[in-house]
């Protein structure tokens, strides 16, 4: 058994970071999007539907999160040995480091779909990373 809790600690190390930053970063895009509903001009349906749908990611990712913890805990005896601890510890820092290095350009794009006008319709032409190098 100690080496399927193992096997498990890694596993959910490196699912827990993603889970964690995605609940962050989209928070913070519902967060924008709510500025952007109330001070931008640019056109208020939008804003909603990306509001909404940030704001339903954070919901998602925020579940997975808290009740991956859950899950891990029915199958992990305690007290979890050290390795165990270590091993989830590690793969969660690697995989965190990761996935924030991504979190700065996703903040810049919801930045901009919710305060620039006609931003978001040329993203969803010409891609977003190429409407952000077209657009200063």
């Known amino acids: 058994m100690s080496d399927v809790s193992f096997i498990i600690s890694i596993v959910w190390g490196s699912l827990a970071a993603p889970f964690l930053v995605q609940t962050i970063t989209s928070f913070t895009s519902a967060c924008i ?13 939008i804003n909603v ?13 925020a579940v997975l999160f808290v009740g991956g913890f859950w899950l891990v805990g029915l199958f992990i005896e305690h007290p979890v040995p050290v390795a165990n601890w270590i091993a989830g510890f590690v793969a969660f820092t690697v995989t965190f480091a ?5 979190v700065p350009d996703k903040i810049r794009a919801a930045r901009m779909c919710a305060t620039k006008p006609w931003f978001a319709e040329l993203a ?3 891609g977003m990373k190429a409407a952000l190098k077209t657009w200063h």
């Open 33 to 45: 999007y709510l500025y952007g509903l109330l001070f931008s001009r640019v056109n208020k349906r």
């Open 49 to 61: 539907i990306f509001f909404g749908k940030a704001l339903t990611q954070a919901a998602l990712f």
């Open 98 to 102: 990761y996935c924030a290095i991504q």
């Open 124 to 126: 969803k032409a010409q």
